[in-house]
């Protein structure tokens, strides 16, 4: 599957190379944002969840009891690198001295690419507990994510996926990103994270889309009625989107209901285990961003 993806991928880029998006019908049937969803999204979703939150072992022999100390957060990046390279995407580890970013780029293939689109979740928890909500469903969420880009053909904007260190001591992760994309000039359309998508208590299917502006939220919206979600706009800002604002960037935060009250009570918890998540709404958070992300770097 992934070596046929990557031989169709390139196929696939090579025919709108020739043919500019939108020109000729080759073209428009290789360059769709993901509406359906794909057949290999729930088992994915509930593997990853499951090794980075010690339900599975994330590498032959090891269990993360927790996501907190240097040797479990490596572990996780480990991980990360290299699902994001079985995907086909060539992934580095950007470490800024006391941590880490995992972190990995879908180039356009728009022959003048417009701006950067950012897609991040951390990847650290607090420490004695296992993080299966916070943050592993956000994780897996973008993980997920990258895999669905890299099947949508037709891409105006590069796409850069990120899983943030040491989000819970911080947001220091994501503020040293935020400060070095802003050194170097780096034209940056828009900046999405994810934290906390796992509880549905009450089972209304709601997202809550963090301060965004009235752009960001116009996506969300259009994406969660092609989907049948509800999304809610909150003022909430405890988590790495906040790192990206305060850099002047125009910056998203995805989570289950912090503000309407409906999130996880295994916050920060021991108890905050893969068998307390709805994967199934997991699932429809990581196909929501999915669907932003890829209309936002022009797929229809
Ligand atoms: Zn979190």
Known sequence: ??????GALALAVAACADDAPGDGPDAAATCRAPTAAPAWLDGYLATTIAKLSGAADVAPGVRLADRATVARRAAAQRFALDELAAAGLPAAL??????????AELPATAAA???????????DSVAGSPGADDNASGAAAVLATARMLTEVACRDRPVRFVLFDQEEVGLIGSTY???AL????????AVH?????????DGDRRLEIEQPT??????YQAAATTLGLAVTATASGRTDHVAFREAGFDAVGVSEEFTGGDATPHYHAATDTAATLDLPFVALGA???ALVIAREVGAP
Do not use: F, K
């Not at 994270?193 to 208590?201: A, F, H, K, R």
């Not at 009235?214 to 996506?219: G, K, M, V, Y």
């Open 182 to 189: 802003r050194q170097a000039g780096t034209a940056v359309a």
């Open 214 to 219: 009235a752009a960001r939220l116009a996506e």
């Open 1 to 6: 599957m992934r070596a046929l993806a990557r």
């Open 177 to 179: 990103l935020a400060s």
């Open 113 to 123: 690419p417009g701006p950067l689109v950012l897609v991040g979740a951390h990847l």
């Open 193 to 201: 994270t994810v934290d906390q998508i796992g509880w549905d208590g």
């Open 94 to 103: 950007d470490d800024y001295g006391t941590g880490a970013n995992v972190t």
């Open 287 to 289: 196909r929501l961003v």
